[in-house]
């Protein structure tokens, strides 16, 4: 199922909506250019560890996302959040009856703070391959949480799969949020049915749109909606409504993360903020 953005905002509530879809950007931007200019300390508040479905587990906090994904030959650790998260990751994964040191491969969504500077501290504590889009190495270089350097062991282009133990992840450039915004699908089973999942990674952009990125989000936007996906995942639980979703999972019946209808819910959320800041970006600068 997918979404024109025209009927997700009216035309009428367009105007007013544009001005305000700028203002929210700011202010969800703020916070985070904060703590990524070391100004504020993040906070961070531990999640309910959790299976996803099939092999994927959520062992992040309650905003941002971290993913085990689990094989015979070892573990794949999707993000980390900040390096405060990072206790939150051992204690789930641990609880979920797992091992830190079983971890053998970490990838991320993108490379901005809240998804993976802790990656410096579960690589010290597992010995993982860290693997990185190569788009997103420039920003990934320039990190140094806790003054420790990002690892780097492995530089991934787009369409580049990852495989340990059966499982196969492919890493999708989707840029714009970053230059090297990876989505990354995989196959999950459960009750004898084999699932597509979407790993998205934000598509919110996070400044003054050039024609660079417009190409970019418009790229990305397109091939996120042809991806295929029953379960679709984020890099923050509000992307896919999670603590809902947990909620009801905790009640028993049909899995809620399988979910067809929403794949391209986010990017459809995405896609009218970005096309909002593209009108108010086209306005003539008042005298
Ligand atoms: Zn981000």
Redesign the pocket.
């Known amino acids: 199922m997918s979404y024109n953005w025209d009927n997700v905002i009216s035309k009428k509530s367009r105007r007013w909506l544009m001005p305000l879809a700028v203002a929210c950007l700011a202010l969800l931007n703020a916070p985070?250019a904060l703590a990524q200019a070391g100004q504020a300390a993040p906070v961070v508040k531990a999640f309910t560890p959790f299976k996803v479905i099939g092999n994927i587990y959520y062992v992040g906090d309650t905003n941002e996302c971290v993913y085990l994904i689990t094989t015979p030959a070892g573990h794949i650790l999707l993000d980390t959040g900040y390096a405060e998260t990072v206790p939150i990751v051992k204690a789930g994964v641990e609880k979920l009856g797992f091992r830190m040191q079983d971890i053998k491969i970490m990838i991320s969504g993108?490379a901005?703070s809240?998804?993976v500077a802790g990656h410096a501290l579960v690589k010290q504590m597992t010995g993982a391959q860290v693997m990185a889009m190569t788009e997103d190495v420039p920003a990934l270089r320039d990190m140094k949480p806790g003054g420790k350097e990002h690892p780097i062991d492995k530089v991934l282009h787009d369409g580049e799969e990852v495989t340990l133990g059966g499982t196969t992840l492919v890493a999708h450039l989707t840029p714009g949020?970053?230059r090297g915004c990876t989505t990354w699908t995989m196959k999950a089973q459960e009750g004898g049915r084999t699932y597509d999942v979407m790993f998205g990674c934000?598509l919110?952009p996070?400044g003054v749109l050039t024609p660079a990125l417009v190409d970019e989000f418009t790229r990305s936007f397109k091939l996120v909606h042809a991806l295929p996906c029953d379960v679709q995942l984020g890099?923050h639980g509000a992307q896919y409504n999670m603590q809902e979703k947990y909620a009801k999972l905790q009640k028993g019946g049909p899995n809620p993360f399988i979910d067809p209808a929403t794949c391209t819910l986010e990017a459809d959320i995405q896609e009218a903020m970005f096309r909002a800041m593209l009108v108010e970006q086209k306005k003539p600068a008042q005298p």
């Open positions: 985070l993108h901005h809240d998804h949020h970053t934000s919110r996070t890099d």
